[in-house]
């Protein structure tokens, strides 16, 4: 006899994700190549470790996919108290990259207690969501220690200073919350709080710290002034785009690349993307990325209770919001930062990160209704799938 046990992932989920990150090994080899020749005498140095990172975040993809969504339950606020205590930490022992201290130091390897930080927030949070159901419209019992949290961390990243992370932390926050039925009136609330805060440490950042490329960049953003030191990156990728046209001018013919184009293989990939592969080839990456979020909400939709349902959301989002915010910089739609497109730009932490959320998601996904597969049938209960006992053999 047979019976239906709904344990299929969704396979075109995770198709996309693997085909973006070895679609991401041409990209940096290429775009990096220049930069790794002048600093390390050869080309294939940036290509090598991006190479064991995108095998080491296959590696966490498939660790998320393999443990029950369920588990993370008990273990949300351990997390998110562990990434508040790494972030302080890395204020004492983080090294300094560019004026931020955003980095700790293991040797020869570097973590990034901030990513970490967004996704024990967000997976919290749906913790928090989902067992406080409507008592989250209370502004004491529910509302205040969802933002205690989210103030907390929040802080501790513009404090590096990080100002790019601690915005899209907040904006993702503001999304799960709304779909979280937040009262309205509490959530304007606390976006107008957020908004004058926000205006307040860029001033003091700018003029009590004496840090003021934050300011800068953001007034010569609204100056658009082509000549300034502050937009030559950006100045630099829209040429990028312009030399692709419609159909590129081919892989690995990039001229931005030759050490023009600052941070061509991190932040402004995108541009290095436009040029090679014409626009024809940014449609096609903004395309898989539309394609994960219509899958990731999808999954969201079919979700069998509250948290796998917000835990969805806040992946689904996480991933698609870096990678808009990615391609409206490089266009020059928003002022430049320093977030990176998920599985595409050369990365560390961020891209492990990411990889596990979606094995996460693709873990929610074979609990839904979406992918039945037929099984033999056993006389044990323990047959049954929920989302504490597994998935068993995923395809």
Same mark, same amino acid.
């Given at each position: 006899?047979?019976?239906?046990?709904?344990?299929?992932?969704?396979?075109?989920?995770?198709?996309?994700?693997?085909?973006?990150?070895?679609?991401?090994?041409?990209?940096?080899?290429?775009?990096?190549?220049?930069?790794?020749?002048?600093?390390?005498?050869?080309?294939?140095?940036?290509?090598?470790?991006?190479?064991?990172?995108?095998?080491?975040?296959?590696?966490?993809?498939?660790?998320?996919?393999?443990?029950?969504?369920?588990?993370?339950?008990?273990?949300?606020?351990?997390?998110?108290?562990?990434?508040?205590?790494?972030?302080?930490?890395?204020?004492?022992?983080?090294?300094?990259?560019?004026?931020?201290?955003?980095?700790?130091?293991?040797?020869?390897?570097?973590?990034?207690?901030?990513?970490?930080?967004?996704?024990?927030?967000?997976?919290?949070?749906?913790?928090?969501?989902?067992?406080?159901?409507?008592?989250?419209?209370?502004?004491?019992?529910?509302?205040?220690?969802?933002?205690?949290?989210?103030?907390?961390?929040?802080?501790?990243?513009?404090?590096?200073?990080?100002?790019?992370?601690?915005?899209?932390?907040?904006?993702?926050?503001?999304?799960?919350?709304?779909?979280?039925?937040?009262?309205?009136?509490?959530?304007?609330?606390?976006?107008?709080?957020?908004?004058?805060?926000?205006?307040?440490?860029?001033?003091?950042?700018?003029?009590?710290?004496?840090?003021?490329?934050?300011?800068?960049?953001?007034?010569?953003?609204?100056?658009?002034?082509?000549?300034?030191?502050?937009?030559?990156?950006?100045?630099?990728?829209?040429?990028?785009?312009?030399?692709?046209?419609?159909?590129?001018?081919?892989?690995?013919?990039?001229?931005?690349?030759?050490?023009?184009?600052?941070?061509?293989?991190?932040?402004?990939?995108?541009?290095?993307?436009?040029?090679? %592969?014409? =626009?024809?080839?940014?449609? /096609?990456? &903004? *395309?898989? $990325?539309?394609?994960?979020? +219509?899958?990731?909400?999808? !999954?969201?939709?079919?979700?069998?209770?509250?948290?796998?349902?917000?835990?969805?959301?806040?992946?689904?989002?996480?991933?698609?919001? %870096?990678? =808009?915010?990615?391609?409206? /910089?490089? &266009? *020059?739609? $928003?002022?430049?930062?320093? +977030?990176?497109?998920?599985? !595409?730009?050369?990365?560390?932490?961020?891209?492990?990160?990411?990889?596990?959320?979606?094995?996460?998601?693709?873990?929610?996904?074979?609990?839904?209704?979406?992918?039945?597969?037929?099984?033999?049938?056993?006389?044990?209960?323990?047959?049954?799938?929920?989302?504490?006992?597994?998935?068993?053999?995923?395809?």
């Amino acid at each position: 006899m047979l019976k239906i046990q709904r344990n299929h992932i969704d396979i075109w989920l995770l198709i996309v994700v693997l085909g973006l990150m070895v679609v991401s090994l041409g990209v940096v080899y290429s775009a990096s190549a220049e930069w790794s020749l002048k600093r390390f005498e050869t080309q294939s140095h940036y290509l090598d470790l991006h190479a064991i990172k995108i095998l080491l975040s296959i590696s966490a993809l498939f660790v998320g996919l393999s443990i029950p969504y369920g588990f993370y339950r008990k273990f949300t606020k351990l997390a998110l108290m562990i990434a508040v205590l790494f972030l302080i930490i890395t204020f004492v022992l983080g090294g300094e990259t560019k004026g931020a201290v955003r980095w700790l130091r293991f040797g020869g390897l570097g973590f990034q207690p901030s990513e970490f930080a967004k996704f024990a927030l967000l997976f919290h949070i749906s913790f928090l969501l989902a067992i406080k159901g409507e008592n989250i419209k209370d502004f004491k019992k529910g509302f205040l220690p969802v933002i205690i949290w989210i103030g907390t961390v929040t802080g501790l990243v513009l404090a590096q200073p990080n100002l790019s992370t601690g915005v899209m932390l907040f904006v993702l926050t503001v999304v799960l919350l709304y779909v979280g039925r937040v009262r309205l009136p509490h959530l304007l609330g606390m976006i107008l709080v957020a908004i004058c805060l926000f205006t307040l440490y860029v001033l003091f950042m700018a003029y009590v710290l004496k840090r003021p490329y934050q300011l800068q960049r953001i007034m010569h953003f609204t100056q658009g002034d082509p000549n300034g030191k502050h937009n030559y990156q950006l100045w630099q990728g829209i040429i990028g785009f312009g030399n692709g046209g419609l159909f590129g001018v081919g892989p690995g013919e990039s001229r931005q690349r030759d050490l023009f184009l600052p941070e061509s293989y991190n932040d402004f990939i995108y541009s290095i993307v436009g040029e090679e %592969y014409g =626009l024809l080839g940014t449609l /096609v990456v &903004l *395309g898989a $990325f539309l394609f994960v979020m +219509l899958r990731g909400f999808r !999954i969201a939709k079919h979700a069998k209770d509250d948290f796998a349902r917000f835990l969805a959301i806040a992946i689904t989002s996480t991933i698609t919001l %870096y990678a =808009l915010v990615n391609a409206s /910089v490089a &266009l *020059g739609i $928003f002022p430049t930062t320093g +977030l990176p497109m998920p599985f !595409i730009s050369y990365g560390g932490s961020s891209l492990m990160l990411s990889a596990f959320s979606i094995g996460v998601l693709l873990n929610i996904s074979a609990h839904t209704d979406l992918h039945p597969r037929m099984t033999q049938s056993v006389e044990s209960d323990g047959a049954t799938l929920t989302p504490e006992t597994g998935l068993g053999k995923a395809y």
